[in-house]
Each structure stands twice: as C-alpha cells, then as structure tokens.
C-alpha cells in the first residue's frame, strides 16, 4: 500500500513565524503535491514537483515555497505565516506512466492555525 | 473561475437508497475523472475514475458516468450505508499530472 506520511497532525503557528510542513512518500513516486483545503472551496494546488530539485507553480503559491531535496520529501514553507494561511494543508504522490492513471495518493492532513 | 463545480453542498439519503453526486466542469481538455472520498481529519482516498474515451466504470457499490457533450459526471452509490457519509470530490485531469478538484460534497447516509 502507497503511504504518505506528514510530519504534524495540528499545528499553532504565530503570525510571522517561518513555518515547514514535511511529507515523505515510501512508494517510489515522481510526482508530489500540496494543496491546502478550505470550507467551500475544495482542494487548492498550492505547488508541485514532478522531480527532484524540480518545482511548479500551482494555482495559489503566493506566499508559500517549496523544496525538495529527495525523492520520497516534499517540504511546504511559508516564509512568514499569516492568518489567512490558516487551513487544512494536505500532500499527495503519484506515479507516472502509461496505465498509472496518475492517481493521487494523499497524507492524512496537516490542519494549521496561524494566531 | 471554477473549472470544476460541485453545485451541491450536501445531500442527506436514507441507507439503502441511492446515492447520486453531481459534478460538472468547464475545460474540454480534461481527459480523465476521479472520485475521491474523505473522513474528517484524513486525508482523501481515491474512490473511483473514468475516461474521458468511457462513459460509465462501474466498480461494486459505485458507478461513475460521464456524459461528455453536457460536462457533466455523476457518481452513483447502491445501496447507500452509513458508512459512507463523508466528503465527496470530483476531480479532473489535463495531459500532464495535475488534477483540478471541485469543492465537494458532503453526503450524510441516515439509518
């Protein structure tokens, strides 16, 4: 089974603090994700990669950056967190290739609080 | 602007009757569909999917059906259980590996 792991369940942040959300994957994957889930809105694609040291702009970067060293690692970064940062952060890994479906797997979820 | 729009919130079924959530989308370029399901505080887990070359997938309880010319797919669940309840989510696919979600739709079972 696909695992991807995500280093805090719940997180207090102070407005201003640098912030890292970790994620690793142990299934081999290419691709990797974050988006950041809020009431309403469904899921948001805040950046991915679809290799090491590779990174792509989603649909809502600002404010966040991205970095990954490692295959199986996707950190999140938010340089200097704001309340509006305040939300559910989830990260998913796919593979790539022909019968994949590309299907994403996801982690359990990070909900951040930014006070 | 919303590429891909669950227009309803919620919807409340009785167990045992069937379950149908809507989904439409705006980009004629998406050429695959997925159904993702997700329990409060985990993340979403993949559901079922379709083709954009299909028109229906069927897969035990679930069947997903696209109709192409109205952009519109539906997910189909019977019977419907308790344990179904969660949030449901349309997703879609462009050439490359992004997938574009909707909002969701929170669907409560009741026995």
């Known amino acids: 089974d696909v695992k991807v792991t995500q280093s805090s369940r719940y997180l207090v942040k102070r407005t201003g603090e640098k912030v890292f959300l970790e994620c690793v994957q142990d299934?081999?994957?290419?691709?990797m994700f974050w988006y950041r889930q809020d009431p309403g809105l469904g899921l948001r694609l805040i950046y991915f990669?679809?290799?090491?040291?590779?990174?792509e702009k989603g649909d809502i970067p600002e404010g966040y950056s991205v970095s990954r060293e490692k295959k199986e690692r996707f950190s999140l970064i938010l340089e200097s967190a704001s309340t509006n940062q305040t939300s559910m952060y989830l990260c998913?890994?796919?593979?790539?290739?022909?019968?994949?479906?590309?299907?994403?797997?996801f982690g359990p979820g990070t909900r951040l609080t930014v006070l | 602007d919303q590429q891909v729009k669950q227009n309803s919130p919620s919807l409340s079924v009785q167990e045992g009757r069937i379950s149908i959530l809507n989904c439409d989308y705006t980009?004629?370029?998406?050429?695959?569909f997925l159904w993702y399901k997700k329990y409060p505080a985990e993340g979403p887990t993949f559901l079922i999917s379709i083709s954009s070359i299909k028109d229906k997938n069927e897969d035990g309880r679930f069947t997903v059906f696209l109709n192409k010319s109205a952009k519109h797919l539906s997910l189909h669940i019977v019977p419907s259980q308790p344990g179904d309840s969660a949030v449901y989510f349309c997703?879609?696919?462009?050439?490359?590996?992004?997938?574009?979600f909707g909002a969701g739709t929170i669907l409560r079972v009741k026995s």
């Open positions: 997703a879609a696919k462009e050439r490359g590996n992004k997938l574009v």
């Open positions: 980009n004629s370029m998406f050429d695959y």
């Open positions: 998913a890994s796919s593979l790539t290739g022909v019968g994949t479906r590309d299907t994403q797997y």
């Open positions: 299934m081999d994957h290419e691709n």
């Open positions: 990669s679809y290799d090491v040291k590779m990174k």
